[in-house]
């Protein structure tokens, strides 16, 4: 089975940085691609920024330039470093995996994990 577990959301004030961490469990953690979501209140489910299995990355473009998706296969995890944050920034994150070890934009998510809360005061 597996299991998704995500940490390091809380409070920052606008500007600030946090990084969320992902572990997996369940299969082989480097066969995979790897996603982080977001969603606002009232607002759909987004992509923000996914990783495949080869460490390619691909980020939303509300983000680039400031969040750093990383992967690290010995420790089963995958990051998002948040730089300069905003109020708009303000969600719960969502890690997700893939069932390829590739990613494309209509590529869905196999597995999710619970998500953690970022809220970004201005």
């Known amino acids: 089975q597996v299991q998704l577990v995500e940490s390091g959301g809380g409070l920052v004030q606008a500007g600030g940085s946090l990084r969320l961490s992902c572990r997996a469990s369940g299969r082989t953690f480097s066969r995979y691609a790897m996603g982080w979501f977001r969603q606002a209140p009232g607002k759909e489910r987004e992509l923000v920024a996914a990783i495949t299995a080869g460490s390619r990355t691909y980020y939303a473009e509300s983000v680039k330039s400031r969040f750093t998706i990383s992967r690290d296969n010995a420790k089963n995890t995958v990051y998002l470093q948040m730089n300069s944050l905003k109020s708009e920034d303000t969600a719960v994150y969502y890690c997700?995996?893939?069932?390829?070890?590739?990613?494309?934009?209509?590529?869905?998510?196999?597995?999710w994990g619970q998500g953690t809360q970022v809220t970004v005061s201005s």
């Open positions: 997700a995996t893939y069932s390829k070890d590739y990613y494309y934009t209509d590529l869905r998510p196999e597995y």
